[in-house]
């Protein structure tokens, strides 16, 4: 990681740190979409992001956020009726987009701190007739991994389970914590760039299943950009629908060939690594944890502000040596703070950050 006297580090849930070999790989000359260098660029990005979800179905890209892809999904594959699971602000938004789809949606909503568990979802799905079920993965604003392998085995375990979609936000999590789709039985994995992929944001991507792909040819209204049967028609020619950020896929073909080095058992167990470092250091300076550590993210711990800091003064000092972190979500603005550990960062780098927080601890008498 760069450490130049005038550069901002970026210790968030997002958007993350950008190493300055990935902001250069954007520098290559421009080409048209429809070049052969740009399909051949295309053709070099799928089968390596499909390494990364663990698929062997497609993983489509679009120039958007990972909201995009929230709208793709309930376009595509909500044909009737979705329960959706929120634990946290990213939850209760994609709960919205159903709604703003003209979806009929059932919203349970799970206290911020706490998972949504397989028994939750049974619960829900008791007595009820669902085409899909969507939640979050990893929620970035309460810092927390809900089970997604053990939520699909629930639901695929009941009768008629396997004819439900399972739609899962992953935009925190995907690259950094581990998802398998295919082994997992998933339906739809989103994520976009600016998290643990440690890119520019910009770019979005879904892994969407046989299945998923199939229902969405039977579900009318699926609009034009985010039209999954539309980007199937492009992507097995290695190409898009609309014209990408075709410098944003420079970097992500670079960052792929990190990502595929470093392997990704590698890249999961040092998130892991980081989560710990963070999560000794908070318990040993009288901090707590938003999650159970069962549940805690990889790739971003919410620490409870048991000392009730100034967030505000805490990013004041951060910034006296280049780095920052991140304020409570929503509702938890102050009562919490995030540190994301997520991307291209390493143990030393967090161990600096928090090393550059207890120096403000001491200042004020904590520590």
Not at 43 to 59: A, D, N, Q, W, Y
Not at 117 to 141: C, M, Q, R
């Amino acid at each position: 990681m760069s450490k130049n006297n005038d550069h901002l580090r970026l210790f968030l849930p997002g958007p993350t740190e950008v190493s300055e070999e990935i902001l250069n790989a954007q520098t290559e000359w421009m080409v048209g979409h429809r070049m052969p260098e740009c399909i051949e660029l295309v053709g070099r990005i799928s089968p390596k992001l499909r390494k990364v979800f663990r698929t062997e179905s497609r993983v489509y890209i679009a120039a958007s956020s990972g909201t995009g892809m929230w709208e793709a999904a309930t376009r595509n594959c909500v044909r009737d009726r979705v329960v959706h699971f929120a634990n946290g602000s990213f939850g209760d938004r994609w709960g919205e987009v159903h709604a703003a789809n003209g979806k009929e949606v059932k919203v349970v909503t799970v206290e911020w701190g706490k998972p949504v568990t397989p028994e939750i979802v049974l619960e829900n799905l008791k007595g009820e007739s669902y085409d899909a079920v969507s939640f979050v993965h990893n929620e970035t604003s309460v810092g927390i991994t809900n089970p997604v392998k053990d939520i699909a085995a629930a639901i695929r375990s009941l009768p008629g389970g396997q004819d439900v979609t399972i739609m899962v936000d992953s935009v925190s999590g995907v690259s950094g914590a581990q998802i398998e789709f295919d082994e997992w039985d998933l339906d739809i994995l989103l994520t976009s760039s600016q998290k643990a992929f440690a890119l520019p944001a910009g770019l979005a991507f879904s892994a969407v299943s046989d299945r998923a792909l199939e229902k969405a040819k039977t579900v009318p209204n699926r609009g034009y950009y985010f039209d999954y049967v539309t980007m199937e028609k492009y992507i097995v020619k290695d190409q898009t629908p609309a014209t990408p950020a075709i410098s944003l896929l420079f970097a992500l073909d670079k960052q792929l060939d990190n990502m595929m080095a470093e392997t990704m058992e590698g890249r999961w167990d040092r998130h892991m690594a980081m989560r710990q470092v963070t999560m000794d250091w908070a318990k040993s300076r009288g901090f707590e944890m938003l999650a159970d550590e069962q549940y805690s993210s990889p790739t971003v711990s919410t620490v409870a502000n048991t000392h009730n800091i100034s967030i505000g003064e805490l990013n004041k000092h951060l910034r006296t040596k280049n780095m920052v972190l991140s304020n409570g979500y929503g509702k938890l603005k102050d009562k919490t703070f995030r540190i994301g550990h997520m991307g291209d960062w390493g143990v030393d780098d967090i161990k600096e950050l928090l090393a550059g927080v207890d120096e403000f601890l001491v200042q004020k008498g904590l520590l």
